[in-house]
């Protein structure tokens, strides 16, 4: 079992930065994939950004660029640098964690076993 806590969502204006935390324990963190994915209001949860315990990262075309993902094995953290913030970024942000190969880059939610509660991003105009 793992237990998977997101911190760090808030308000900011467009063209601001925000960063995401999340914390993952009950397993050795170092061999689970980690994921970022987010739903606004009335859509369905898509992927953002993603990193394999090796440190391989994925991005979704729409924050390429504009967000980063990196992870801290020895803290069992990993974060969501969010920067160039725009309204259509407004969304609760999941964190999700994975037992997975060591290069193995999750950017499918279906495959994540475990998931955070979630953390409220809303990017104003």
């Known amino acids: 079992q793992v237990h998977v806590v997101e911190s760090g969502g808030g308000l900011v204006q467009a063209g601001g930065s925000l960063r995401l935390s999340c914390a993952a324990s009950g397993r050795t963190f170092a061999w689970l994939a980690m994921g970022w994915f987010r739903q606004a209001p009335g859509k369905e949860r898509d992927f953002v950004a993603a990193?394999?315990?090796?440190?391989?990262?994925s991005y979704a075309d729409s924050v390429k660029g504009r967000f980063t993902i990196s992870r801290d094995n020895a803290k069992n953290m990993v974060y969501l640098q969010m920067n160039s913030l725009k309204p259509e970024d407004t969304a609760i942000y999941y964190c999700?964690?994975?037992?997975?190969?060591?290069?193995?880059?999750?950017?499918?939610?279906?495959?994540?076993?475990?998931w955070g509660q979630g953390t409220q991003v809303t990017v104003s105009s």
């Open positions: 999700a964690a994975d037992p997975a190969p060591r290069e193995k880059v999750v950017v499918t939610s279906t495959e994540y076993d475990y």
């Open positions: 990193a394999s315990w090796s440190g391989r990262t």
